[in-house]
């Protein structure tokens, strides 16, 4: 597609439940990157992946969220044993290099609220 | 480890009015720096960037940003402002080193008023 694509834009689901949120970067972009907004806040970095591995997951706040990017394009972000504090707009960005150094394209992001 | 702080939450100018967003960061060495502009229920959006060279950069939609090493900031402006221009407004920090990905301010929500 001509943009990253996120899915799905928005996601309700209850205390304890298990949620997977899609990210289809730009054609030939190989960095991706996991980032949560919540209200009020700046996007915070969550991971990274250069190609198929996570470079950087050091964003990651617990064992209860992992993500993956099995081909080095799609992406989905796993979130375990959901909690209301979790509810957050994630976003998702891609890039052509290095991280730091280039522009990166937002999707629109996947609103999650945990009730 | 880079940070990035935008002092300003809310800002509100008069449509034709000049504007400037502040940023300042914290960085051991000359950081990559950017400003992104979100519109509601839209994605960030890349305004400008900073890598090297001129310190003055000029970005989309009429802005630019000069980066002072001197004070650590990076501030956006433009000389008038227009009611699209309402949004909020993100200053990132990228290091120079690979691997390190961008670092985000909590943005500055700016309003528009006739």
């Known amino acids: 597609g001509a943009g990253v694509s996120q899915t799905p834009s928005n996601k309700v689901t209850e205390k304890g439940k298990y949620v997977e949120l899609r990210c289809d970067p730009i054609?030939?972009?190989?960095?991706l990157y996991w980032y949560r907004q919540s209200l009020g806040q700046g996007p915070e970095f969550l991971i990274y992946f250069q190609g198929t591995g996570a470079a950087d997951d050091s964003g990651l706040p617990n064992d209860r969220f992992f993500a993956v990017r099995p081909e080095g394009s799609v992406s989905t972000l796993k979130i375990q044993r959901t909690e209301r504090g979790d509810s957050a707009v994630y976003l998702c960005a891609s890039s052509l290099g290095q991280p730091g150094t280039g522009e990166l394209f937002f999707g629109e992001g996947s609103r999650l609220t945990v009730l | 480890a880079q940070s990035v702080t935008q002092p300003d939450i809310h800002i509100t100018v008069s449509e034709g009015a000049s504007l400037e967003l502040r940023c300042n960061y914290s960085?051991?060495?000359?950081?990559?720096l950017f400003w992104y502009v979100q519109s509601p229920g839209q994605g960030l959006q890349l305004l400008l960037k900073y890598f090297s060279g001129d310190t003055l950069v000029q970005g989309i939609k009429g802005f630019e940003a000069e980066f002072k090493r001197s004070q650590s900031s990076f501030n956006l402006r433009k000389p008038s402002v227009h009611w699209s221009d309402a949004a909020e407004y993100f200053c990132a920090v990228g290091a120079r080193q690979a691997g390190t990905a961008l670092i985000f301010g909590k943005g500055t929500t700016l309003s528009v008023s006739s």
């Open positions: 960085y051991g060495a000359t950081p990559y």
């Open positions: 054609s030939g972009h190989t960095a």
